[in-house]
């Protein structure tokens, strides 16, 4: 039995689900990094708007950092080792 007024629900076939997935892959592994190495979200803000800045403004700085590093970081060329 269907109802008159609904629309159908559409589910999304496995080739969208993996497109999305993967399109998500890259946000998720920048989370895990902010979380892990820089420590996002372990500030102790006892105040709610210090905590809306907190988190976007620890990830601006892993952004930052990462941007940082990209340019100035480890040099293409490898040291000889001896």
């Not at 496995?14 to 996002?40: C, F, H, I, M």
């Not at 403004?57 to 480890?74: K, M």
């Amino acid at each position: 039995m269907t109802w008159p007024c609904s629309p159908p629900i559409l589910l999304p076939g496995p080739e969208q689900v993996v497109a999305r997935y993967a399109d998500r892959w890259s946000l998720e592994t920048s989370n895990a990094t902010g979380k892990q190495v820089l420590g996002v979200g372990q500030a102790r803000n006892r105040v709610a708007r210090a905590v809306e800045r907190t988190v976007p403004f620890e990830f601006l700085t892993q952004n930052l950092v990462t941007y940082w590093y990209s340019i100035t970081g480890r040099s293409k060329r490898r040291p000889a080792t001896h």
